[in-house]
């Protein structure tokens, strides 16, 4: 009823962080045209489309946590984060099925150039426009001039972009996470493995496969990361990707209070790749006598191997491995020349974006809700520690920065309790 709704938009908690959200809500047909307006501002990327941006997330944001389906404009009377921008794609979406705004943007050359390119792994928006400006219209063109800023992720985005265009299930992912586990296991007994991002937020689909590994002693994470990928690579998982060490400062953390809202990066050691997956991955195990393979235990790499691969040379001739050898060469023949011979080759494997990031015990919590996701959720989180609490909160940690105290925790749910949040599960942070 009208009073009831009015009531439930009186008590409706501001923050996201504090309502939950599940993937599946019942105001999809809304959120979607709210969130075309606010991929179109976060493309155009000015300050100014950041903050609508900012405004089109908060409003797309409500409409995932309302416990009633939106029939009615007059139903969102009291919601704050509901401008009228938002009320007039709205109507538009109910009286007329659809907005013209929202049309628009989706007819648009420049929207769909936009798009096509920032989904080849390593273009963001500045990049896709300069692509634009040079009058390229398609990734035909991207590819005939090559890799232009001699980026490993862009030659091999380019060249894999059908493959890392296929979403990735659940059961691939999981299968993945399996073998991480297995390896990681092999080189470091009780290693920490979760498979986070997307699919820790219940999604059956993603983009990518985010993996979260530590150990219950603090420090004995460190070194696991290079023997994990020569462990990988030995399987034939690896086809190539790039270490970044930990870059972890509490000196730096506690001079700057600047939440770099725009950017969501963390100085964990991890490894941004793109792994073989066997087409078996994605086939469910149904029995002994029809995928044989799958069933078998899988052996790890022996001891002797991985004493080899930790010495530190191999560690940098790893580097190369998993590089292209075209940053040693001059110009960027190779970069380009190499993944695409590839891509081209038969195979019975497909392309598949991993990330693996590696945290000490006494940060993992935080780096779990920060994995965890959603991007949204975290930016709320972010902000809300900040103006709420007067803390700041990363995937390392919740810091106290006159104190200059980090409140650990030992839980997720200790994460929350800090933030005096009620805890929420993670299917629940689809905000
Ligand atoms: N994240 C992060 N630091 C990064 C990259 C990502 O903290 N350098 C966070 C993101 O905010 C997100 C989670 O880690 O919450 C996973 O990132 P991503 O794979 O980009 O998003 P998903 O939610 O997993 O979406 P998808 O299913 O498309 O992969
Ligand atoms: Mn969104
Ligand atoms: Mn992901
Ligand atoms: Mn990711």
Redesign the pocket.
């Known amino acids: 009823s009208p009073a009831e709704e009015n009531e439930c938009n009186r008590n409706f908690p501001e923050w996201a962080c504090q309502r939950k959200a599940k993937l599946e809500h019942l105001n999809k047909k809304l959120t979607s045209a709210v969130e075309v307006l606010q991929e179109f501002a976060e493309l155009r990327d000015s300050n100014q489309d950041y903050s609508r941006a900012l405004a089109f997330r908060r409003a797309s944001s409500v409409l995932k946590s309302l416990p009633f389906q939106v029939q009615n404009v007059e139903q969102l009377k009291g919601l704050k984060d509901i401008g009228e921008h938002v009320k007039t794609v709205i109507s538009d979406v109910l009286d007329h099925g659809s907005s013209s705004e929202v049309e628009e943007i989706l007819k648009s050359e420049w929207f769909k150039k936009m798009k096509l390119f920032t989904s080849v792994f390593g273009i963001g928006p500045s990049t896709a426009k300069a692509w634009i400006e040079r009058g390229w219209e398609n990734l035909d063109d991207a590819q005939k001039d090559g890799c232009p800023s001699g980026d490993w992720r862009i030659a091999w985005g380019l060249a894999f972009f059908e493959d890392l265009n296929v979403p ?1 299930g659940r059961i691939e992912a999981i299968a993945f996470s399996q073998i991480v586990q297995e390896e990681a296991e092999c080189i470091l007994p009780g290693v920490i493995t979760t498979l ?4 820790r ?1 219940g ?1 059956s ?6 993996i979260l590994l530590s150990h219950p002693t603090d420090g004995a994470e460190m070194g696991l990361l290079p023997k994990l990928i020569a462990a990988l690579g030995k399987r034939g998982l690896v086809l190539i990707g790039h270490k970044e060490k930990n870059s972890f400062r509490s000196d730096i953390l506690y001079q700057d209070f600047k939440l770099s809202a725009r ?4 100085h964990f050691e ?1 490894w941004l790749g793109i792994c073989k997956f066997p087409k078996s991955f994605s086939t469910p195990k149904i029995s002994k006598k029809s995928k044989p393979e799958i069933n078998q235990p899988t052996p790890c790499t022996t001891d002797t191997d991985l004493k080899a691969t930790a010495d530190s040379s191999l560690d940098e001739s790893m580097n190369e491995l998993y590089e292209p050898k075209a940053k040693k060469t001059k110009g960027s023949e190779a970069i380009e020349l190499e993944p695409n011979r590839i891509s081209a080759a038969p195979r019975d494997w497909l392309a598949r ?1 991993v ?1 693996l990031i590696i945290a000490p015990k006494s940060q993992y919590y935080y780096a779990l809700v ?6 949204h ?3 709320d989180a972010r902000l809300y520690a900040q103006k709420k609490l007067g803390l700041k909160l990363t ?1 390392h940690g919740l810091f106290n920065l006159e104190k200059r105290e980090p409140l650990t925790a030992q839980s997720e749910e200790e994460v929350f309790s800090h933030l005096k949040l009620p805890y929420i599960d993670p299917a629940d942070r689809n905000c």
């Open positions: 990735v986070v991002g997307g699919f937020r999604k689909q993603g983009h990518d496969v985010d950017g969501q990066l963390d991890k974006r990330d920060g994995w965890t996701g959603s991007k959720f975290n930016r995937s």
